[in-house]
């Protein structure tokens, strides 16, 4: 029998969207200059925790011309201190480790777009018209 991926609980939902709340809105609104990190330069696009609320991984994007690499690896090196704040601004039995990790999913949409308006795809398109 396959090992079938199972769906998150309604609870693993509720918390993974208030982590990922609560870190966009800690990284729209406060500093971390002090880290390399600008106000305003990611954003949180989805947050999974795991079935025993361990750990989450956060997917994040950049914003402009800002790399997505180069912020995912200082936001992990950092990840002790969003998790510090974390569980001072959330009311968790125990705050999961962070995991931070680019939100590949854009580059995805992207890449089907672009196969969407391509003049191969075009073409197969303008013959069933005609047909």
């Known amino acids: 029998m396959k090992n079938l ?10 918390v ?14 406060e500093d971390f200059y002090s880290i390399g ?6 954003m949180v696009t989805e947050v999974q925790i795991s079935p025993d609320f361990s750990y989450s991984t956060v997917f994040i994007r950049a914003i402009g011309n ?17 998790r510090k704040i ?11 480790d962070l995991i931070f ?3 590949e999913s854009f580059d995805e949409a992207q890449k089907i777009e ?14 069933k018209d005609t047909q």
Not at 20 to 25: H, I
Not at 117 to 123: A, F, M, N, T
């Open 66 to 82: 800002k790399d997505s690499e180069e912020l995912c690896v200082l936001l992990n090196k950092y990840k002790g201190l969003f």
């Open 16 to 29: 993974s969207e208030e982590i990922r709340r609560t870190l966009a809105q800690t990284f729209t609104f």
């Open 114 to 127: 672009d196969i969407l308006h391509s003049d191969h795809v075009k073409q197969d398109l303008n013959k």
């Open 5 to 14: 991926k199972r769906m998150p609980s309604e609870r693993q939902l509720r």
């Open 86 to 96: 974390l569980s001072s601004k959330l009311k968790l039995r125990v705050t999961p």
């Open 37 to 42: 990190l600008e106000r305003g330069f990611l």
């Open 101 to 103: 990790k680019v939100d």
